[in-house]
C-alpha cells in the first residue's frame, strides 16, 4: 500500500508538496507517478520518474509548475506543485509499477500494478 500526504486547499497560485511513502516497497526498483482524477473526469496521468530518476515526464498542462522527484533513501516520491490553478482541483493518486516504463505509464496509459488512496487537491480562492 502507498501513502499519499499533503494535499489540501491551496490559492490559486499557490504551491503544495504531496508526498508518497511506500512501506513494505522498496522503491527504489519502481517506476513511480502521480495521477489525479476530478469529479466527472477521467484519471489523468500528470507525471512518472523511473527507477534512475531521469527524464521525468508530465502531462503538457502542468509542464513547468510541477516537479516530481524522488528519495530512496527515504523511500518517498514527492510532487512539487507551483503556480496551482482551479483545474488542478483533484484527488491526487501515487502510483508504482516493477515492469512498466515511464512511457507506458504516463503516455500509454497502461495502469500500474499499486495505489495509494488519494489525497485532495482543491484549488479554489
Known amino acids: 500500500q502507498l501513502v499519499e500526504s499533503g494535499g489540501g486547499l491551496v490559492q490559486p497560485g499557490g504551491s503544495l508538496r504531496l508526498s508518497c511513502e511506500g512501506p513494505?516497497?522498496?522503491?527504489?526498483?519502481?517506476?513511480l507517478g502521480w495521477f489525479r482524477q476530478a469529479p466527472g473526469k477521467e484519471r489523468e496521468g500528470v507525471s512518472c520518474?523511473?527507477?534512475?530518476?531521469?527524464?521525468?515526464l508530465y502531462a503538457d498542462s502542468v509542464k513547468g509548475r510541477f516537479i516530481i522527484s524522488r528519495d530512496d533513501a527515504e523511500n518517498t516520491v514527492f510532487l512539487e506543485m507551483s503556480l496551482l490553478k482551479p483545474e488542478d482541483t483533484a484527488v491526487y493518486y501515487c502510483?508504482?509499477?516493477?515492469?512498466?516504463?515511464?512511457?507506458?505509464?504516463?503516455?500509454?496509459?497502461?495502469?500500474?500494478?499499486?495505489w495509494g488512496q488519494g489525497t485532495q487537491v482543491t484549488v479554489s480562492s
Open positions: 513494505g516497497f522498496t522503491l527504489a526498483y519502481y517506476t
Open positions: 502510483a508504482a509499477d516493477l515492469i512498466l516504463h515511464v512511457q507506458s505509464m504516463c503516455v500509454q496509459k497502461i495502469p500500474p500494478d499499486y
Open positions: 520518474i523511473g527507477p534512475s530518476g531521469g527524464s521525468p
